[in-house]
């Protein structure tokens, strides 16, 4: 079964600060996707990050990184130099491939709350 | 780009009322997915289609029925609603294994 476990509920740094934010998944699957959505106040999912299994990869987009280890089921996020509209929910979240090309759908975690405190 | 675009936006339905929910995913893209996202929790997966047939059902109450039209747009039909059933709605379409799209959900009231 596919499983999204966001241990920490909310986090509040202050502003230029740097925040990690953690993701731990399990699935079956040796082929499946990760993604990372930000959720601000005003309610629509914003898509960050999309990332297969089989690329381990770091990524860095501008104050964002995120760090895959396959070793540990971690796909941990990053912002750097954290700025108050940073402040969301941030959902970390799972999906496994689905033959002929398709996707499945997405399994969430329980969402981190960020706090940016200027 | 077009993006998924989900009608109305805003949506006030009183208790035992029928609400249907519109859903028009990227030109193209032959599958839609149905969530729903209560106050304070994560986005909970519904039913999905894939080219007009049901690919999978999830936590989808009885009262809830779903389709996919031969356009490609999808609606959400939800009857005798309860105040429990208010949340935002998403849906999200997808093509060839390339990822899914959210559209900017359509937040029902229930009064």
């Known amino acids: 079964a596919q499983k999204v476990t966001q241990a920490q509920t909310e986090i509040s740094v202050v502003e230029k600060e740097d925040v990690t934010l953690d993701c731990v998944y399990e699935t079956r699957d040796t082929t499946y996707y990760l993604f990372w959505y930000k959720q601000p106040p005003s309610g629509e999912l914003v898509f960050l990050i999309r990332r297969n299994s089989f690329d381990e990869q770091n990524e860095i987009s501008g104050r964002y990184s995120w760090n895959f280890q396959k070793s540990t089921s971690s796909f941990n996020f990053t912002i750097t130099a954290s700025q108050v509209v940073d402040s969301a929910v941030y959902f970390c979240a799972l999906s496994e491939a689905e033959p002929m090309n398709r996707d499945d759908k997405i399994i969430f975690g329980k969402g981190t709350r960020l706090h940016i405190l200027p | 780009a077009a993006g998924v675009i989900q009608s109305p936006r805003h949506l006030i339905k009183e208790k035992r009322e029928t609400a249907t929910l519109k859903c028009y995913p990227i030109?193209?893209?032959?599958?839609v997915y149905w969530y729903q996202q209560g106050p304070g929790q994560d986005p909970q997966f519904l039913i999905s289609?894939?080219?007009?047939?049901?690919?999978d059902k999830g936590s989808i109450p009885d009262r809830f029925s779903a389709q996919q039209f031969s356009d490609y747009h999808s609606e959400l039909n939800m009857s005798s609603l309860e105040l429990g059933d208010s949340a935002l709605y998403f849906c999200a379409s997808s093509l060839g294994g390339r990822g899914a799209f959210f559209g900017q959900g359509t937040r029902l009231t229930v009064v």
């Open positions: 030109p193209r893209h032959d599958t």
């Open positions: 289609f894939y080219e007009k047939m049901q690919s």
